[in-house]
């Protein structure tokens, strides 16, 4: 008897471990399994844009939400697949009317966490929710495969049009993301120092000489060189003087928008120090300056966003450009990091309004004679958006990214509102 209890409890143990071996490969399975197609979710295609009394009403050409102050184009696309070349501001600018408010519309999957990185190939879709615009986007690609979401349409029982998304996985690198702005517009600033202030233009080493007394220099000639040099560093480049920066209302000089001229390499360390010129992208001068060479990262994904604070500045120069400049061209203003401006930061620019004579002048209450007329100051026009992507101390560079007339120096700038 002895013997048969003992064989009963060891098999009562051995079921139980078996038991829980099982519970937890089923639950294990259940974690790890890929969703089957009967794991799909169901959304329905949005009916056609109709204003909603409460929820959405129509503002002229734009929808406007009650619950917030973004503004839908009127005619933006049902139904837009990315490409490559585009950029999120102006896939942004297909659906809303003040683009920086992406963020605000993006519907927020699981599968899709970072409002700023979109992918060629993406499918975008504009849906209500309660009211509310939102953006959902569908990631194609095949189960197995290269995964994504697998999109199925077909229509249910009452004729509906009906789109089925399946997950699964889908993998990606950040640098197949389109960038927000193009990032070619903006390179050469930011690989290359452009403004700086008038002490370190005072303070940078400069060409003093070069062999065989040459005036002009190009690549492969020797240069000559005072000032004092970072002895861990033998590449430099070839600056000039280029435009004075003064705040428009002060006259105070904010810094020096200097010239890239070449690159440099010393050889060797004195008074003076010796060394050539590698390369030149126009002619070196005696009296050129030498700066440290920017080998920072080009960060193609900016983030468009409102300061916190209001703005109240000036573009103080155009860059290739003698009076205007228009979308993706460059503006220099005198708002800096002390003024809390930085990077992303959208900024609009105001042309100053004109004068108009008022004709039609109550005369009599006024006292005036027939012949006198009132002049009044017409109030400034919002001309374009700009977006900060480049910040120093006193002055900023700006990329325009939408423009409605042109832009001169001496315009406003200010937050958008």
Same mark, same amino acid.
């Given at each position: 008897?002895?013997?048969?209890?003992?064989?009963?409890n060891a098999l009562k143990l051995s079921c139980g471990r078996f038991a829980l071996t099982v519970a937890s490969a089923v639950i294990l399975s259940a974690c790890t399994s890929t969703p089957t197609q009967q794991e799909t979710t169901q959304i329905e295609e949005p009916a056609p844009f109709e204003p909603q009394s409460g929820t959405i009403e129509a503002v002229g050409t734009e929808t406007q939400s009650q619950q917030s102050d973004i503004q839908i184009v009127a005619d933006y696309p049902r139904e837009y697949t990315v490409k490559k070349g585009d950029t999120l501001w102006d896939i942004a600018s297909m659906f809303l009317q003040d683009p920086w408010y992406w963020p605000e519309i993006w519907q927020r999957n699981p599968q899709v966490a970072n409002p700023h990185l979109i992918y060629p190939g993406d499918i975008l879709t504009l849906i209500y929710v309660n009211g509310v615009p939102q953006m959902h986007l569908v990631r194609p690609g095949q189960k197995g495969s290269d995964g994504g979401i697998i999109r199925t349409e077909g229509t249910d029982l009452s004729g509906r049009k009906v789109v089925k998304l399946s997950p699964s996985i889908h993998r990606q690198t950040l640098n197949e993301a389109i960038p927000s702005i193009p990032a070619d517009a903006v390179r050469q600033f930011l690989t290359r120092p452009r403004v700086i202030s008038a002490e370190e233009w005072a303070l940078a080493p400069y060409i003093v000489g070069s062999d065989d007394a040459h005036l002009i220099l190009g690549a492969s000639n020797k240069i000559y060189v005072r000032g004092e040099l970072d002895k861990e560093r033998i590449r430099y480049s070839v600056f000039r003087e280029g435009k004075r920066l003064e705040?428009?209302?002060?006259?105070?000089?904010?810094?020096?928008?200097?010239?890239?001229?070449?690159q440099a390499r010393i050889n060797?360390?004195?008074?003076?120090?010796?060394?050539?010129?590698?390369?030149?992208? /126009?002619?070196?001068?005696?009296?050129?300056?030498?700066?440290?060479?920017?080998?920072?990262?080009?960060?193609?994904?900016?983030?468009?966003?409102?300061?916190?604070t209001d703005m109240d500045g000036k573009v103080i120069s155009l860059f290739d450009a003698i009076s205007s400049i228009a979308k993706y061209q460059i503006a220099v203003v005198n708002l800096g990091s002390n003024h809390g401006l930085e990077i992303g930061h959208l900024l609009a620019t105001y042309q100053a309004g004109g004068f108009a004579k008022d004709r039609f002048?109550?005369?009599?209450?006024?006292? /005036?004679?027939?012949?006198?007329?009132l002049e009044i100051m017409l109030p400034d026009e919002r001309s374009g958006i700009m977006m900060i992507f480049k910040v120093f101390d006193e002055v900023s560079y700006g990329?325009?990214?939408?423009?409605?007339?042109?832009i001169s120096k001496l315009d406003r700038v200010g937050k958008p509102r």
């Open positions: 008897m002895g013997i048969q209890t003992l064989d009963i705040d428009p209302d002060t006259e105070r000089l904010l810094g020096f928008e200097v010239i890239y001229a070449g060797r360390y004195g008074e003076p120090s010796s060394g050539e010129l590698i390369s030149s992208s /126009r002619e070196v001068i005696i009296g050129d300056r030498l700066l440290p060479s920017d080998k920072s990262a080009i960060d193609q994904q900016y983030f468009p966003h409102l300061p916190e002048l109550d005369r009599t209450s006024l006292k /005036r004679s027939d012949n006198e007329q990329l325009v990214l939408k423009s409605t007339r042109s």
